[in-house]
């Protein structure tokens, strides 16, 4: 049956096999990592700290992984990725004794650095396993593809937490290491070689996109993820932990099931957008999606402040937000491989998950430092959702300078 596929269709299986693969084992590590050094008596903080290096080593990579992929080809950065994963796994197989916090901070960095070379050279190739005239379906082909890897993280949640409860951490750590193995040498035999490899080769400085459109829309996905993670991060479950009492399973495992519904949200983003009436999303549905997304932080924040009945409102918030959110990052995924350059596909790409990336850790900084200093509580949730209501305004003024139709 899949000899029958065309060939464009056999790489995109191998591509998304990959990357489902790839993120399973990314999720489920985290949980393993977040349970297993809690159970040791590791403060939030100290927790919190071995993901830094994670964070700030993907918006490194991001940076110069585009390039990379210009130069060596998708392919071969994919694999790096996956192998990259394989030996951080390893490096948690040592002995209880060297499992120190820089010692996980440098597995942490190094999956990190894996997960968003995968992550580049996924949605990079997609751009290249497509006609140019056929936007409808790469809208289709990115929104599975994205929607899939968050609904997999989620999953890869409960998967790290009942393989640690069936296997203990060094045997859970181990079985994943083995598994991924198998997809790393079926993909260095699977993967077409020198897909999006750059017919003319950039230079290290081209790294930086000097294609209007591409910054733009970079600037809005920066600030796009700093107003999810400035309160998702830190300030809910410190919020749903210690406000509403709930325990470490009920925390995570609302959660999950959130980043779940999200990324199915996410694959059902083209028909939610109109693209079943024959249209394609552009600047003007960038800016619309945006503003209908920064009230739901406010109305959350207002309701607070009234001091309505705080369970029902920060469920029912989050879940409108997670809808919202989702069609929001789906859509523009869809427009950043749009917009970015055939030849040298990785480069646009991978400076636009730059950005991303540092959103994400400007969010996760403020969210510690804003809850915090406003007090942890409902003000302190509060602040951080103030700050996310001006993060998506700000979303939604730069996006009014994104390309129409």
Aim: aromatic fraction near 10%.
């Amino acid at each position: 049956m899949l000899s029958q596929l065309s060939a464009e269709i056999r790489q995109y299986l191998v591509v998304t096999g990959n990357y489902w693969a790839f993120t399973l084992t990314d999720g489920a590590l985290r949980m393993l990592v977040v349970l297993h050094f809690h159970s040791l008596g590791y403060s939030p903080l100290q927790i919190a700290l071995l993901f830094l290096f994670y964070e700030i080593f993907g918006v490194i990579t991001n940076l110069v992984g585009g390039w990379l992929g210009a130069h060596l080809g998708l392919n071969r950065t994919m694999n790096i990725g996956l192998g990259l994963q394989v030996v951080a796994l390893a490096m948690l197989l040592v002995p209880a004794a060297m499992l120190t916090v820089p010692w996980v901070m440098s597995a942490q960095a190094l999956s990190g650095i894996a997960k968003d070379l995968n992550k580049m050279s996924a949605k990079s190739s997609i751009k290249l396993l497509l006609p140019s005239e056929a936007q409808g379906a790469l809208y289709r082909w990115v929104a599975l593809l994205t929607g899939s890897k968050n609904a997999l993280k989620g999953a890869g949640f409960f998967l790290g937490g009942a393989l640690l409860m069936g296997l203990g951490f060094a045997g859970a750590v181990a079985a994943m290491a083995a598994a991924l193995t198998l997809v790393w040498l079926g993909s260095l035999v699977l993967l077409k070689r020198d897909l999006g490899r750059a017919k003319s080769k950039p230079r290290f400085r081209d790294i930086f996109s000097k294609s209007r459109a591409i910054n733009i829309l970079s600037a809005a996905r920066l600030c796009l993820f700093g107003a999810r993670d400035v309160w998702f991060v830190v300030a809910l479950p410190v919020f749903l932990s210690q406000s509403l009492g709930w325990d470490h399973w009920q925390t995570g495992g609302f959660l999950a099931l959130w980043v779940i519904g999200y990324g199915m949200v996410q694959a059902l983003a083209p028909r939610i957008t109109g693209r079943a009436s024959g249209q394609l999303p552009d600047g003007r549905s960038a800016l619309t999606w945006a503003a209908l997304l920064a009230s739901t932080p406010a109305l959350i924040a207002l309701g607070l402040s009234a001091e309505i009945a705080p369970t029902p409102l920060v469920i029912g918030g989050l879940l409108l937000f997670g809808v919202l959110f989702a069609i929001n990052s789906s859509l523009h995924s869809y427009l950043i491989v749009s917009l970015a350059r055939a030849d040298g596909v990785s480069l646009d790409v991978g400076f636009y998950y730059m950005a991303n990336a540092l959103g994400r850790l400007l969010g996760t900084l403020l969210s510690g430092w804003v809850f915090q200093a406003a007090g942890v509580g409902a003000s302190g949730l509060a602040a951080c959702l103030w700050i996310s209501t001006a993060l998506l305004l700000l979303t939604a003024l730069i996006s009014a300078w994104l390309p129409r139709d």
